[in-house]
């Protein structure tokens, strides 16, 4: 059994940057966690502090029921294969993998057996005798793992270890890495800037934006039921299209949203249903976003005929004709106006059929999946919507569904107020470092004139 909790865990830089704000997690034995979030958002600090690389400034880091927040990295039986795989030049792939073996003193024979064992999983047994400047990126990776395979550790934390192969070899060391995973069935925490790369092996994702947490899930529930607009726009290429200023009216007994363009779309009767608190918005001056992602646009006739409540009209900008599939960028306030490419509000990007016959500059109708539409407050950016029944749980664990990420208001107001702290801190250890200074200086006057009074005395 190797479970981690993390509880209410933050951290302070000395520079007083605060990193990570409050991250609570329950990871189970054997889970692929996935930490996601774009480049600062405190990935690495979070597993560097599960490592012990780094010091937890508050909170506690429980391994297997065990609080370890001051054990040392060597002791908290966890591996970590970090981005530049540092292998030593001049030894072997055996000796580089047999190293941190010898170093515990491992009788020669285990060792022998564990190196081999791990080569074999890793396919690089025909590779053992060779250094590492004779194997390409993918192979040194590997062996990279290897050295943390033989140590049999109760966890894997693995920090981008793949953002330095290219494209092909990334997408192979993928299956590769959650392959490994399953035949090793060990808890494996890995970070990752990429959101394919998370979508693909973690079984949980936790995103994180700016050192919070934002949402705990399964990759599919990240998809469709992101709980707030960051989320929304990070997962999923291209990213899902957002109208903001967009309006709730009601129509009769149908519900619309009104948005750029004066276009107009009418809910579902079972979107409507999964509105919570529905009056805040309905028919009121409250301004909420419109989502809809590239892959839920249609362009197909037999859609258009099907779908006629959710029908806009848009003028299109850019064909990208990608083979399997091509996008279009369109702009739905196109009335005499020519579009900018600065202004992204009133455009958005479809996917549609790579059969599709359309031409630049051509008005077209399009029309929503409203199915799978998104809708968020204006103001917290939090969804506005319910998940459907029967969302995937993943079992005995329900805690990503219940977890509430702060606000944008409420995040730059702890952000804010770590700032202060750090001033005042910065201020007082100022002040603290004058005091120390002064007394310093009266210590060696009182001292420089002691002897001169005995000298007098004398
Ligand atoms: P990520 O892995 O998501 O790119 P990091 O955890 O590396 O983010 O960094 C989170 C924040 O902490 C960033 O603002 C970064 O500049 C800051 N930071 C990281 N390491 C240090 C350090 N050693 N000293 C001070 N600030 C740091």
Redesign the pocket.
Known sequence: MSGLLLKGINKV???G?Q?VFNFCLDIRDKEFIVLV?P????????LRMIAGLEDISSGELYIDGKLVNDVVPKDRDIAMVFQNYALYPHMTVYDNMAFGLKLRKVPKEIIDQKVKAAAEILGITDYLSRKPKALSGGQRQRVALGRTIVREPKVFLLDEPLSNLDAKLRASMRTEISKLHSRLATTFIY?T?DQVEAMTMGTRIVV?KD?FMQQVDTPQNLYDYPVNLFVAGFIGTPQMNFFKNARLVSEGNKVCVTFVGGNKIVLPKSVVARIKNINEYLNVDKDITLGVRPEDIHQDQAFIANSPETIIKARIEVIEKLGAETQIYCELDYDGKESSVIDNSTQMIAKISSRAVVSLKEVVELAFDAHHLHLFDGDTEASMLERDEGYEVIPENAEGSAFTPPTPQEMRAQIDAARIVTKEMKAQMRKDAKMAKRTAAMAAKENAETPADEDKAE
């Open positions: 830089y000395p520079s940057v990193a979030g480049s600062g958002c405190g990935k690495s600090t979070t970070v800037h994180m050192g």
